[in-house]
């Protein structure tokens, strides 16, 4: 299989390194051509992730993302949801035909309220056999320390998923698969919204006590949505084998609302202090996915009609106003 990465970000940098410490050559876009010549000169990105350093005869750098999709038969997309539209918008549409599609994209774009595969149907006619995730509890920054995390790569077809996951098996690195393609997606776009909320929790001073409380609570209320909207397009057997204690569901929002490499939880965090979202996105500087994330959910939950208090009251303080200590006197009467 030849590998070929969408993004130049600290995610797509950490999924280059995973496959090259493997032994894949792989293809890589990147936008910025000062960023291609410092890689090729330095062997480490100049923007992101300074200690993971490459191998240059394993990478194919380039700036033209016709020529990557073309060399390449499995497409990784890594880059923020807010921008694939924009990178995509450069190929035709009959560009990504029998190619293999994985997404690590964990966010949901926000122009189209659209997951990255029903984006890629409507506009290349990607067929969701040949779409995968790749998701979990897996922040770049410890994947360049090389501390041991754990990936879970999803696929209606899980065994083309296990034998694609095989090429991202390293030391540090171990590898889970499952057939939840949409779920996981899911999980992955709420984890963000639950976890700016945990920020927000801790910039208003909540103690460790509550905000155990508040994941637990939005851990139930994140099951209770996966369940609604992904119940029409699986058989009620196969939803009694997923298992939402696991790391790519439970996991994954754990780290995302405790740890400090957390964008999501960061951005929380300077609204609690008192920050408005314009001065926070500058402060951060990176694009905290749950933002949007928090309007599209809310959209896309007046059709699911799921009970999601905790996500709704976290839309409110981002996009309607809702003071941040007026929101959360109202997430504490609703906690159990």
């Excluded at 050559?25 to 890689?39: D, S």
């Excluded at 409380?213 to 058989?235: P, R």
Aim: aromatic share 10%.
């Amino acid at each position: 299989m030849q590998f070929g990465i969408i993004g130049s970000g600290s995610w797509a940098t950490a999924l280059a390194k995973i496959l090259t410490d493997n032994g894949n050559t792989i293809y890589w876009w990147v936008r910025n051509e000062a960023a291609i010549k410092t890689i090729q000169q330095r062997r480490h990105n100049p923007h992101y992730l300074h200690t993971a350093y490459f191998n240059t005869s394993q990478l194919i750098l380039e700036k033209n993302l016709n020529k990557v999709i073309e060399a390449c038969n499995v497409l990784v997309i890594a880059v923020p949801s807010a921008y694939v539209e924009d990178a995509f918008n450069q190929i035709n549409e009959n560009a990504l035909q029998n190619k293999k599609i994985m997404s690590a994209v964990k966010g949901i774009l926000p122009a189209k309220n659209l997951l990255v595969n029903d984006y890629l149907k409507e506009k290349f006619n990607v067929l969701l056999e040949n779409y995968f995730t790749i998701l979990g509890p897996c922040h770049a920054e410890e994947v360049a320390a090389e501390k041991l995390s754990y990936l879970t790569f999803s696929g209606i077809d899980e065994d083309i998923a296990k034998q694609l996951a095989q090429h991202f098996k390293t030391d540090y690195l171990n590898i889970i698969t499952n057939h939840d393609v949409l779920g996981v997606q899911y999980a992955a776009i709420l984890k963000n919204i639950y976890a700016l909320g945990a920020g927000i929790a801790h910039g208003l001073e909540y103690g460790d006590n509550f905000l155990s409380v508040y994941i637990a609570n939005a851990a139930d209320e994140m099951v209770g949505f996966l369940k609604k909207i992904v119940w029409s397009k699986e058989t009620e057997e196969e939803q009694r084998i997923i298992n939402y204690a696991a790391s790519v569901y439970l996991g994954d929002l754990l780290v995302t609302c405790y740890s400090l490499y957390s964008r999501n939880r960061t951005f929380g965090n300077m609204i609690g202090k008192g920050y408005s979202v314009k001065a926070a996105q500058l402060e951060l500087n990176m694009v905290a996915e749950g933002y949007n994330a928090s309007k599209c959910i809310h959209k896309t939950n007046t059709t699911v009609k799921a009970s999601i208090p905790i996500a709704t009251i976290v839309y409110e303080i981002l996009w309607e106003h809702l003071s941040a200590e007026e929101g959360f006197k109202k997430i504490e009467e609703l906690l159990f």
